[in-house]
């Protein structure tokens, strides 16, 4: 294995059709139209020295190495900011461009530190490389005069010295080292979209500055990492580099945080990582990354990662460290006790959206062919299960319709229930360098969420709604659009059913749906709903884009519908630039839905009671599988309280802390006689586990993640398991202590099976995914190179189905002894229930959940920011500090979920999705009032989890002599 080196062109690539030829160096080479004089060199072969230019940002222009000699022209222009012509010759290295390089490169080194053996760039400084290609030999200018470099200068402290800025948990800045070719800054204006970086000063006073001359940690940089990859010195340098030194290998792999899943080259000095970097040649990331995949990995080795399997009797028992074999013998051995003595249907399983689909896959087949039930269930159920509900009612498949890519083309976007800056940064940088560059954005949250308002970006309208108000703002968006003439009638005469639609248009056009009749309700003016509509209808490709303030509400299925029939009556469907796309929230959620984690259906979101369908699986499995759909989560812990359901195998997956309700959830685990959980640590729900099994990360295994545009990316294994075995090998272990005949010797086999039985993958293999990087599914006959554009000719179910979605107002409401709204959501530096970024330094910007009120309703309760609060509702009550803030309108208030001492969900109500039981996490009617310690749940939490973390030392274990 070797680094995978990745070619810098020097200038991004030109998208015109039209071609130039012209001759560098006497070769003569043919490309497309506005590609630069650099990027044609490179794509001949010929480097062009360079510093202050990359592919990943704009040309620039300031180095002046890229010099270059173009007959017919006087001078010796830049050539990455000169474009080609048709016939140019150029020419890169003659006698007058080597001697002004290496006067340029002289002046360079008199003011940089010449500790180059020392450097933690070494072997990997362009500056350092550029030296040698120019031929510098000496430095005439020497080293003496005015510089950045020196502490003390002519027996004095040098003004123009400043300190490392080693702030950052990540990454240090070093201002002796930097050369001031501007790239930082670029690559945070362009490629993030953030603003954060500055230079300071004019001429010999420039230097990079990080906001106002602050300290990186106290400035607006969001550490998504683009500034140290494109540093091309040590300026800005990773501290694992500097700890640990230059990698020796890479493997290209995907991460496993959010739903974006963007692409990584793991870069590694044998079994240790020392740094993730983004992949250029990711489709889905294009090269680019966040705080999260790009730092914080840690987890995989922090010390409280469970590494050996544990059993123990009771709940209230300390763990007990066992063998691999006596776990799997003892969790075959329980499971088989419970459906002898409670029934078949007493036991099941539920599938995690942080595994791979391979090893869901085994999951949900270990529940079908062992279990002999349908009793499993996914994390969607609590996040994007109405996407598949409502989506599949609408066009036929419950997946989004576009890539990622589609954002560049796109002039209208409506981001409704959901903050992408925070859980999809990524995505998010993409969509503001789309919205910098003319498209029109149109907001509609509760919140006032960072693309309201931002550096260089402003929402067109933001419809601030009451929270549960979804349906009813989408159906008068729908009102204003067909009763002002604004819909696409010969998209929908030829695409979808024109009587359905007639019976639609009939029902959103009346008065009760209008703009005016709602707004009493919703909060939002008539006038700005009216002007968000035209927007979205006449404004050219409109794209919606959606998150969880969309799914988890009591109408989250009928709201995805709505946003179906909005796309669908504007033509907005099935090509590039439109579309309906949910941002999933984890990193395989989307393949854990794939794979057949419902209770309901087999892979490829096909009905269990099918009997050709079943006939697939029973012919390869050589089992009768049951054709009735089995127990949603929910119902498994409500027939745990009733005492039909006695034992779960949980993998990966914080129900305790991720599934609302958290005192009923508590209740159902312990009810149950044999809770398997199956992750990284001892989570929440472990508390209440009778065996622990160890997992592996990412980085210790292989196998593929789906992410929220249907893209199949490998993930490949960079170090062994520290468990010993990677997670499908659990599950495969499992299986045959039940008496499975399985006999996978690696995940490429899984994958195979699931081609083989699954039509919308069935082209898909491990050679293939090595061969294109990646392919979106439907990947099959019908569409060998894979679909990033869903619904082109038609829609899967043939015509476009419009539905009615009637606003029902949730049964959770505010009153005199409730009367704020809490609804909840994530935060940039953290991911879902904090397993694992609590366990990297991304504590550092958020450690602890925090509780987001208005001003106003501050005053009201005596509140100071900061200050401790109670917040109470109809389920639970717990304790958090408090930030005031405009971001919240009066009247709502706002928290995350990533802290298990907070514990939000012991506020959540059970209501639900009326199709698909996903909670309504959205809407919580609570009250806040100032508080003087924790709640009483709090302590008596933390009391319990204590006594449940406890591991029997060896000693204590030894029989008495």
């Known amino acids: 294995m070797a680094l995978i080196q990745e070619i810098d062109y020097g ?5 015109a059709e039209k071609t130039v030829r012209l001759v560098i160096d006497g070769t003569t080479i043919e490309v497309p139209e506005g590609t630069s004089v650099m990027r044609a060199s490179m794509e001949a072969g010929i480097k062009v020295p360079k510093l202050c230019a990359t592919d990943m940002v704009d040309a620039f222009g300031s180095c002046r190495l890229c010099l270059v000699e173009i007959e017919g022209r006087n001078g010796t222009p830049a050539s990455c900011t000169t474009p080609v012509s048709e016939g140019m010759v150029v020419h890169t290295q003659t006698g007058r461009l080597k001697d002004i390089r290496r006067g340029v490169m002289e002046l360079y080194i008199s003011d940089h530190p010449l500790d180059c053996l020392t450097c933690a760039a070494n072997g990997d400084c362009e500056l350092q490389d550029m030296a040698g290609a120019v031929g510098l030999r000496d430095v005439r200018y020497g080293y003496d005069g005015e510089n950045h470099v020196k502490t003390r200068q002519n027996g004095e402290a040098n003004p123009r010295y400043m300190a490392k800025d080693e702030s950052n948990p990540y990454f240090t800045y070093d201002p002796a080292k930097c050369i001031v070719c501007s790239r930082c800054v670029r690559a945070c204006e362009e490629v993030q979209g953030t603003f954060a970086l500055t230079i300071e000063g004019r001429g010999f006073e420039s230097r990079v500055s990080p906001g106002m001359h602050e300290s990186f940690m106290n400035s607006e940089c969001v550490s998504c990492g683009a500034c140290v990859q494109a540093c091309p010195t040590a300026t800005l340098q990773e501290k694992s580099v500097i700890e640990i030194g230059q990698p020796e290998h890479s493997v290209v792999t995907t991460c496993a945080y959010c739903g974006v899943g963007c692409s990584f080259k793991a870069e590694m000095r044998g079994e240790e990582v020392v740094r993730m970097v983004p992949w250029k040649d990711g489709k889905a990331n294009r090269g680019h990354s966040c705080v999260k995949g790009r730092f914080a990995w840690g987890y995989a080795t922090h010390q409280d990662r469970i590494l050996n399997p544990m059993v123990r009797e009771k709940i209230t028992d300390p763990w007990r460290e066992v063998s691999w074999d006596e776990a799997f013998a003892h969790v075959a051995k329980e499971m088989r006790r419970i459906q002898y003595q409670y029934g078949k249907g007493a036991i099941g399983g539920i599938t995690s959206s942080r595994c791979t689909n391979e090893e869901t896959f085994l999951v949900q087949k270990l529940v079908r062919a062992g279990f002999g039930n349908n009793n499993v269930d996914t994390c969607a159920r609590v996040c994007h299960s109405p996407t598949g509900y409502g989506l599949g009612k609408a066009f036929g498949t419950s997946a989004g319709t576009q890539d990622f890519d589609s954002v560049e083309h796109t002039d209208v976007v409506i981001l409704i229930g959901a903050n992408p800056t925070d859980g999809h940064p990524v995505f998010a940088s993409r969509l503001k360098k789309r919205l910098r560059a003319g498209a029109k954005l149109i907001v509609i949250d509760p919140r006032r969420i960072d693309l309201v308002r931002s550096a260089h970006v402003e929402a067109s309208h933001h419809l601030p709604l009451k929270p549960g108000t979804n349906v009813a703002v989408l159906t008068a968006l729908a009102h204003v659009i067909v009763t002002e003439g604004l819909f696409d009638e010969a998209f929908i005469r030829e695409r979808c059913d024109w009587s359905e639609f007639e019976d639609w248009a009939s029902f959103v056009a009346e008065p009760v749906n209008s703009p005016e009749a709602t707004e009493v309700f919703t909060g939002v003016p008539a006038e700005e709903l009216r002007g968000a509509a035209r927007l979205y209808a006449r404004g050219g490709n409109g794209a919606i884009y959606y998150g969880l303030g969309v799914t988890e509400h009591s109408q989250g299925s009928t709201t995805v519908m709505a946003i179906a029939n909005l796309a669908m009556v504007t033509g907005n469907i099935g090509r590039p630039g439109v579309g309906v796309n949910p941002l ?3 990193n395989n959620v989307q393949g854990a839905c794939d794979m057949g984690s419902f209770p309901h259906e087999l892979p490829g979101y096909r009905h269990i009671s099918g009997t050709e369908v079943r006939d697939v699986f029973e012919k390869l499995w050589g089992v009768e599988l049951d054709h009735e759909p089995g127990l949603r989560i929910p119902n498994m812990l409500d027939a745990a309280v009733d005492g039909t359901f006695r034992g779960i195998y949980i993998q990966g997956e914080d129900i305790l802390q991720s599934d609302p309700d958290t005192k009923h ?25 009778h065996v622990f099994l160890p997992g592996s990360t990412f980085l210790e295994k292989d196998g593929t993640f789906t992410n929220a545009e249907r893209r199949i990316n490998r993930v490949r294994k960079v170090m062994s398991p520290k468990n010993g075995l990677a997670d499908w090998e659990v599950t495969l272990k499992l299986a045959q202590a039940m008496g499975l005949d399985w006999n996978y010797t690696h995940p490429s086999e899984i994958m195979d099976e699931i081609a083989a039985t699954t039509p919308s993958f069935a082209n898909v293999s491990y050679a293939m995914l090595d061969e294109k990087g990646s392919v979106q599914w439907p990947c099959n006959e019908a569409n060998p190179d894979g679909t990033p554009v869903m619904h ?10 419009f539905i009615r979605t009637e606003y029902v107002a949730t049964d959770e409401r505010s009153g005199p002894r409730f009367p704020l709204l809490l609804t909840t959501g994530r935060i940039l530096s953290q991911y879902n229930v904090g397993a694992q970024t609590r366990r990297t330094d991304n504590v550092a910007w958020h450690a602890e959940d925090m509780l987001e009120i208005h001003p106003h309703d501050a005053e ?7 200050d401790l ?18 971001r919240v309108a009066p009247g709502v208030v706002y928290t995350t979920f990533h802290h298990p001492g907070t514990q939000a969900n012991v506020i959540t109500t059970d209501y639900t ?7 309504e996490y959205k809407v919580t009617a609570v009250q806040v009032t100032p508080s003087n310690g924790p709640t009483l749940w709090q302590e008596e939490y933390d009391a319990q989890a204590a006594r449940s973390r406890r591991i029997a030392s060896e000693e204590a274990l030894e029989p008495a002599e």
Not at 11 to 15: D, G, I, L, R, V
Not at 792 to 801: A, E, H, L, M, N
Not at 860 to 866: V, Y
Request: with cysteine; aromatic share 6%.
């Open 792 to 801: 082109i000719d038609g829609f899967v179910r043939g015509k476009g189905k």
């Open 584 to 586: 999933r929230g984890q």
């Open 665 to 689: 959830v508590k209740a159902g685990l312990e009810a149950m006689e044999c809770v398997v959980v199956h992750d990284l640590f001892l989570n929440e729900t472990a508390n209440y586990a």
């Open 869 to 886: 609060v109670k917040l109470a509702s109809r389920s639970g009550e717990t304790a958090l500090r408090s930030t005031i803030t405009e």
């Open 860 to 866: 009201q309760r005596g509140i100071r920011e900061g």
């Open 11 to 15: 200038t991004p690539a030109s998208t």
């Open 913 to 919: 999705d009326w199709a698909t039981n996903c909670p």
